[in-house]
């Protein structure tokens, strides 16, 4: 039967009905790159496929299916109607749109669940390399079901940063390129994957050292800040300041590296610096 929202529900049980929703979503993805899918644009370079849709879908039946009072809120769909409830799914049942339309074979799913305001259980799934990153609030971080955690880097010099731009890069002044510009010229390598989740659990893998944006969405961040906070990672908005999925900024790393990442983005353009 399922559980009332009012009572307190096991983590266990929140991340086995998660997980299940990942892995399907996963494979609805999967069918749409051997079957076809429609693109539209939501606007010139924002795109959105019938595969985009059919996840999320897919991902909100799982839910309701367990649970069928939770609130959730979907990149396509915007919040459910339900009754107030201490706990809110927060999805993206498609992070990496671009690379999925193209082909390129870096996007997954992303579930993240919050009670009372705080993020409990994050799980991101990427069909293409069959790589689940799982997390519970207090219990650690998982890749495949075996424990993660972040890296040891200890200077910018040794460091493999990763970093995003949003859609409005055109039209909006901040853009990032500014910030992007500065961190390529002092760090070992720099990356731009385009799917903000799977950034976020490299991080919290030890594949990457930090992960910075200007501006993200809470579907981006929702389940990828628990695993990495749960792997050991630290996150802040851009001064340092505590990090919340429903703020724009996002700075993430292995904590070690946290405040030469911060000093960086501080950094105000000055004659050879950009
Ligand atoms: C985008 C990706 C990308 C990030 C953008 C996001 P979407 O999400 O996460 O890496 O740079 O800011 O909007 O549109 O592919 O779900
Ligand atoms: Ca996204
Ligand atoms: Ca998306």
Same mark, same amino acid.
């Given at each position: 039967?399922?559980?009332? !929202? /009012?009572?307190?529900?096991?983590?266990?049980?929140?991340?086995?009905?998660?997980?299940? #929703?990942?892995?399907?979503?996963? %494979?609805?993805?999967?069918?749409?790159?051997?079957?076809?899918?429609?693109?539209?644009?939501?606007?010139?370079?924002?795109?959105?496929?019938?595969? $985009?849709?059919?996840?999320?879908?897919?991902?909100?039946?799982?839910?309701?299916?367990?649970?069928?009072?939770?609130?959730?809120? #979907?990149?396509?769909?915007?919040?459910?109607?339900?009754?107030? !409830?201490? +706990?809110? &799914?927060?999805? $993206?049942?498609? =992070?990496?749109?671009? *690379?999925?339309?193209?082909?390129?074979?870096?996007?997954?799913?992303?579930?993240?669940?919050?009670?009372?305001?705080?993020?409990?259980?994050?799980?991101?799934?990427?069909?293409? @390399?069959?790589?689940?990153?799982?997390?519970?609030?207090?219990?650690?971080?998982?890749? *495949?079901?075996?424990?993660?955690?972040?890296? /040891?880097? $200890?200077?910018?010099?040794?460091?493999?940063?990763?970093?995003?731009?949003?859609? =409005?890069?055109?039209?909006?002044?901040? *853009?990032?390129?500014?910030?992007?510009? @500065?961190? #390529?010229?002092?760090?070992?390598?720099?990356?731009?994957?385009?799917?903000?989740?799977?950034?976020?659990?490299?991080?919290?893998?030890?594949?990457?050292?930090?992960? &910075?944006?200007?501006?993200?969405?809470? &579907?981006?961040?929702?389940?990828?800040?628990?695993?990495?906070?749960? %792997?050991?990672?630290?996150?802040?908005?851009?001064?340092?300041? /505590?990090?919340?999925? +429903?703020?724009?900024?996002?700075? #993430?790393?292995?904590?070690?590296?946290?405040?030469?990442?911060?000093?960086?983005?501080?950094?105000?353009?000055?004659?050879?610096?950009?």
């Amino acid at each position: 039967m399922p559980l009332s !929202s /009012s009572q307190d529900i096991p983590l266990d049980e929140l991340l086995s009905v998660a997980t299940a #929703a990942a892995r399907q979503a996963g %494979a609805v993805l999967t069918e749409c790159t051997r079957t076809g899918f429609r693109i539209e644009h939501k606007q010139l370079i924002n795109l959105v496929t019938d595969a $985009d849709h059919q996840a999320e879908q897919c991902i909100i039946d799982v839910i309701h299916k367990a649970f069928p009072t939770h609130p959730v809120l #979907a990149e396509e769909r915007g919040l459910t109607e339900q009754p107030p !409830s201490r +706990y809110k &799914w927060v999805i $993206d049942p498609l =992070d990496g749109t671009t *690379n999925f339309a193209h082909g390129f074979p870096a996007y997954c799913v992303s579930i993240g669940v919050e009670c009372d305001g705080q993020g409990i259980i994050g799980v991101v799934y990427d069909p293409t @390399r069959n790589e689940l990153f799982t997390a519970q609030i207090g219990q650690g971080a998982r890749l *495949n079901g075996m424990p993660i955690t972040v890296s /040891s880097a $200890d200077h910018l010099d040794r460091a493999l940063l990763v970093t995003g731009f949003g859609y =409005d890069i055109r039209e909006n002044p901040n *853009n990032n390129l500014n910030h992007f510009a @500065r961190f #390529a010229l002092k760090v070992q390598g720099l990356r731009r994957t385009g799917t903000a989740a799977l950034d976020l659990c490299y991080v919290a893998a030890g594949r990457f050292d930090g992960f &910075w944006e200007v501006k993200l969405n809470p &579907w981006d961040m929702a389940a990828g800040v628990v695993i990495l906070l749960e %792997a050991g990672g630290k996150v802040s908005d851009f001064t340092g300041r /505590s990090h919340s999925i +429903y703020g724009q900024e996002l700075v #993430a790393s292995n904590g070690i590296l946290h405040q030469s990442m911060l000093d960086v983005l501080r950094e105000e353009a000055t004659p050879g610096n950009v």
